[in-house]
Structure formats: structure tokens, C-alpha cells
């Protein structure tokens, strides 16, 4: 039965469309030598995710680009999760406090799940 809860069948509602951000705070571990890992950190956000920023780009890229988010939808709890994960997994980092916002565009409040670890 706990098969069927995860498949398509057991699911009310799917994900949409929206615009979504993350609030991601990171404590990063002591090291006088380092640089802050700002660069790799969105890096690690945006293939965990598999939803990477597009600004300006050219409509046949921007079909690709909505196939690809079509092909990959999540809750913002999802997201959350993938990024709990992620980050305590990533190296230099000993906590972290997170907020996945989807701005609904279906309802009058925005969907918000949060995780943090060691923070």
C-alpha cells in the first residue's frame, strides 16, 4: 500500500507552474584559508534541483528549458527534501537553514516548506 501513496494514482494534486526561490543560509566550517564557496554552493542548489535560473534567452531555448521543468516537477516539500540532503552532504558545510517559497498563482497564499540542520 505504501507503494501506491507515492504513484501518480495516489496523488490529488501535481505540481504547477509557478515562480519559485529558495532562502538558503549556510554555516560553513572554520577554515582561515577559505574562500566562500558562493559559486559552488548555487551550483550544488541548482543541479540538486534540476531547475536552473534562465533570464534572457531566445523562445526555442525557453521551450527547452519549460520541457525540461515540465519533466521534473516537485512540491515545494520535495524540493526541501532534496535540498536537506544535498547539503548535508556538501562539504565545508556544518549547518543550514532553508526555505523553498512557491509563489501560487492558483491560490492566494504561497506553498512554503523550510528545513534546517545544526542551526
Do not use: Y
Request: one cysteine or more; a negative charge.
Amino acid at each position: 500500500m505504501a507503494a501506491w501513496l507515492g504513484s501518480e494514482e495516489g496523488i490529488l494534486a501535481t505540481p504547477h507552474s509557478q515562480r519559485s526561490f529558495v532562502e538558503c543560509r549556510l554555516r560553513l566550517a572554520e577554515d582561515d584559508n577559505a574562500e566562500l564557496p558562493i559559486e559552488r554552493s548555487i551550483d550544488r542548489i541548482e543541479q540538486t534541483l534540476g531547475t536552473a535560473l534562465q533570464t534572457a534567452v531566445k523562445r526555442i531555448d525557453e521551450q527547452a528549458f519549460a520541457l525540461a521543468n515540465g519533466q521534473n516537477l516537485m512540491f515545494c516539500e520535495d524540493a526541501a527534501r532534496r535540498l536537506d540532503k544535498a547539503l548535508r552532504q556538501a562539504p565545508g558545510v556544518t549547518g543550514f537553514q532553508l526555505k523553498v517559497v512557491h509563489a501560487e498563482s492558483l491560490h492566494a497564499h504561497d506553498a512554503v516548506a523550510r528545513s534546517e540542520w545544526n542551526w
